[in-house]
């Protein structure tokens, strides 16, 4: 809905619209990798799955994990542009501006995780088949190797820091210089208004972030497993479905897009009936 939206409204065409349009975009990217072969798993209380097909998912999963980092911080950079330094927004957020940023994060996104990729064709599994997980994650993955894969979690250990830490590094200070201009505001209602333009997004962030935060530091072995699985669960399956319905409930010109185009088919439909 969210991407049908932003490329057919013209009201919508603009640079936080289209960045919500390639996060939502991720968002299946992350749904449709891992949704039906956990649905498939759970009706038939396990599956079988090729090694190289579980590196193939375990693949895109990190590539979407890291174009959605990415996107998150262009998000923060964009609104930070439209609060801190408003006169500029525009000659800085062009269109063509637009595109290189969301080039710039879908790329990096495959490129890195199609390094780990590589790392992880190399490892052997010996008699040890059986992951306990509903989707092939980086850590029981590891788990089940039978060589040493030092140098595949030293990728990842660089990839997360380089990536990860510091795009959240970004976004905190985006948010910092943020609220120190909206508490600069005089009038109480344009701080709301000012604070409404992107409490959307910091909700969206700090899920985000909180959930892989807690997944990727808590262990992943004994009576922790069990709570990887259900963080694993959280960041999988229900922050792509609540990303979007946090950007549609509180965004007043998706509400009222979405509501034209419901009017227009419903008048289209009783026209043919």
Known sequence: MILTLVSTRHSLRNPM??????LSLCDILIST????????????????????????????????????CCLLTMMSYDRYLAICK???????????????LVV????????????????????????????DHFFCDLAPLLDLSCIDTTKVRIEVSVVTILLGLV????????????LKSIFRIPSSFGRQKAFSTCSSHLIVVLVYYGSLI?????????????????????NTV????????????????????????????????????
């Not at 799955?49 to 693949?59: M, W």
């Not at 795009?167 to 943020?178: E, G, H």
């Not at 950007?247 to 009936?273: N, Q």
Request: net charge positive; charged share 10%.
């Open 17 to 22: 619209n289209f960045f919500l349009g390639q």
């Open 33 to 68: 990798n891992v949704a039906p072969n956990m649905i498939h798993i759970l009706v038939h209380n396990g599956s079988r799955v090729f090694v190289r097909s579980c590196a193939v998912q375990l693949f895109f999963f990190g590539a979407s994990a890291l174009i959605e």
């Open 86 to 100: 408003p006169l500029h927004y525009l000659s800085i957020m062009t269109v063509r501006f637009t595109y290189y």
């Open 104 to 131: 710039w994060c879908w790329v990096i996104g495959f490129s890195l995780s199609f390094i780990i990729h590589m790392g992880i064709l190399e490892l052997h599994f010996c008699d040890r088949y059986i992951i």
């Open 167 to 178: 795009q959240f590094f970004l976004i905190i200070v985006s948010y910092s210089s943020i």
């Open 214 to 234: 807690i997944l990727y530091l808590s262990p992943t072995k004994g009576n922790y497993l069990n709570l990887n699985k259900i963080l694993s669960f959280f």
């Open 238 to 273: 229900v922050t792509p479905l609540f990303n979007p319905i946090v950007y549609s409930l509180r965004s007043k010109e998706i509400r009222k897009a979405f509501r034209k185009v419901f009017v227009l088919g419903k008048e289209h439909i009783m026209k043919l009936i």
